[in-house]
């Protein structure tokens, strides 16, 4: 939507046909996702409509939060009567998206590489009116996060002036508690949330429906917005709702809410990082993991408790995959938000999984290390062959 809208804007008029070429991690997690402020349209087509025809490019990351009912319904004719092209490109970027205007002979195109607002080129009719490097994998132009480590992190969190935090999170629970309401309040996908708490109504199960929820409105439609983890709004959602239903089950200050959910947040970010973005390795995982760390601290578990949590956590849920955005995701984050919580009670009764058990190492942070091995390297084919699936190119009936 975000490249769309930029390239209807330098097009200057309504286009007459549209080309969308994306890397296969991009075309994965767009195809099945309902598509906010589009009465309920799916998948990059819908996207790229809602950008055309009612983005606002200056609002970056809410391109179409300002949708009118008017313009839902143009969104929708669009969709309907003009072609739009979805085509798989390989061009050595995980994260890649082209779109390209065309009306009549004139054509904009706008390239967006490595994370979602980082234009790289616009070009108009043979003129290249912006062009920036484009960095391959090495993400450039994001947050370093090469100093990140489960010491320093842990230190961070004790020690900080929480006022250099506090308008961060305080964001992070406001949408993503509402969200999370909205969920369980109204009919998404699954309705997992609700499924949950309609057998039983514990702190543990209240965390797993409440994160399950958020998601549930969120891959359906839901325009609320979201303060997102690891450039997913399912991770933000995941590393922040169970910490926060534990913070209220224990009536906490909101100094160690905050701590909690620096924590959290920081330990997903940790992990994700030699993952990457995209990858075949759920993302939930990891933020679910982060939550478990996050919950740990509020419980008033140290430094051991919240490593030893976070690689528990690991060795039970490592190898869900990731198949896209859509409903289903609000199930993935509720098994691991309950793996999570498991691993925290292992690790509290000095019970955890021991180096050489698997991919468990000699500590959290060669655990760490071998689980983004595992999720950039070793699951590359892993995601290839899901999208093949997903796209009906996969030959499923080889020996």
């Given amino acids: 939507a975000y490249a769309a809208a930029n390239a209807a804007q330098v097009l200057g008029t309504a286009p007459d046909r549209v080309v969308v070429d994306a890397s296969g991690s991009i075309i994965k997690n767009v195809k099945s996702v309902i598509v906010p402020n589009t009465n309920h349209l799916k998948g990059i087509p819908a996207a790229v409509a809602a950008g055309i025809v009612a ?54 195109k706008v390239r967006i590489v490595n994370y979602h607002t980082n234009i790289v080129l616009i070009k108009k009719d043979g003129q290249i009116l912006y062009q920036a490097k484009a960095e391959g994998e090495s993400e450039e132009g994001l947050t370093d996060h090469s100093l990140l480590n489960m010491a320093d992190i842990w230190d961070f969190i004790n020690t900080v002036d929480v006022s250099d935090i506090k308008e961060a999170l305080d964001r992070q629970i406001d949408y993503n508690w509402a969200i999370a309401q909205a969920g369980i309040q109204g009919d998404y996908g699954a309705n997992i949330g609700k499924v949950l708490l309609s057998t039983d109504q514990s702190v543990a199960t209240r965390a797993k429906a409440m994160a399950a929820a958020g998601s549930d409105a969120r891959m359906s439609g839901c325009e609320l917005p979201v303060v997102i983890n690891s450039g997913s709004g399912n991770q933000g959602i995941t590393v922040s709702v169970p910490v926060i239903v534990y913070a209220k089950e224990r009536n906490v200050s909101r100094e160690t809410l905050y701590r909690a959910l620096a924590l959290s947040n920081l330990t997903a970010i940790y992990q994700k990082t030699p993952i990457g973005r995209l990858s075949a390795y759920c993302g939930a995982v990891s933020a679910g993991a982060g939550a478990g760390a996050g919950i740990a ?73 071998s689980m983004g091995y595992i999720g950039r390297v070793g699951m590359r084919l892993t995601d290839t062959e899901i999208l093949n699936v997903m796209i009906d190119q996969a030959d499923i009936n080889q020996d």
């Fill in 55 to 108: 983005g606002k490019p200056e609002k970056r990351l809410e391109v179409i939060s300002s949708v009118t009912p008017a313009d839902i319904e143009a969104i929708k004719q669009f969709w309907e009567t003009r072609e739009i092209e979805v085509r798989h490109v390989d061009n050595g970027f995980t994260f890649e998206i082209i779109v390209t205007l065309y009306h009549g002979d004139s054509y904009a």
């Fill in 297 to 369: 601290y509020l419980c008033g578990g140290g430094f051991e408790e919240v490593a030893h949590t976070v690689v528990n956590a690991l060795a039970i849920v490592s190898g869900i995959v990731c198949d896209g955005a859509k409903p289903s995701c609000a199930a993935k984050i509720a098994s691991s938000v309950d793996a999570a919580l498991m691993a925290f009670q292992l690790s509290i009764q000095n019970k955890s999984f021991l180096p050489g058990e698997g991919i468990i190492k000699d500590d959290i942070e060669e655990t760490i290390k």
